[in-house]
């Protein structure tokens, strides 16, 4: 999760036979100096982001209550409702970005949830699950 090009949080999903973990790690009142400085993408928090401290415990309310209404939004009517809304999110679109299988341009998320890259050779490479990294503009 991206605000102000820092990452303030980090969503990781694993799949496996009939389930998905979903952990999730927000950064709410670090300060600049409780920040890692070695990172892919600088490091923020919500304080710094909004320039006051944040109640944590109704923030992890908040985010569960949010998580549960989109997860029943997507088990009664699967993903296509929810894709305006994550087009809309999607920091990635239109950056040069590497992932393991090669480099591209990160496009729209699919009508399945993968995140679509234009390769070099103009394909398209849907990506399910990789570390998806912006490339420095220029």
């Given amino acids: 999760v991206i605000v102000t090009d820092r990452k303030v ?4 999903l694993e799949a496996g036979t009939a ?3 979903c952990g999730i790690g927000v950064n709410v009142n670090q300060l600049e100096g409780e920040l890692p400085t070695q990172t892919k993408i600088p490091a923020g928090s ?4 909004t ?3 944040h109640d944590r415990a109704r ?5 569960l209550t949010t998580l549960e209404l989109r997860y029943d939004d997507w088990r009664a009517a699967g993903l296509a ?7 809309g999110r999607n920091w990635l679109r239109g950056k040069a970005v590497a992932t393991g ?3 591209g341009i990160a496009g729209e998320i699919g009508a399945d949830g ?3 890259i234009e390769l070099p050779d103009g394909t398209t490479r849907a990506i399910g699950s990789a570390e998806v990294i912006p490339l420095p503009s220029g």
Avoid: S, T, Y
């Fill in 9 to 12: 949080a980090g969503i990781l």
């Fill in 19 to 21: 389930e998905v973990v």
């Fill in 46 to 49: 919500l304080a710094l982001a």
């Fill in 51 to 53: 320039g006051a401290p």
């Fill in 59 to 63: 923030l992890l309310g908040e985010l």
């Fill in 81 to 87: 409702p929810l894709l305006p809304e994550l087009a």
């Fill in 101 to 103: 299988d090669g480099n």
């Fill in 114 to 116: 993968r995140l679509l």
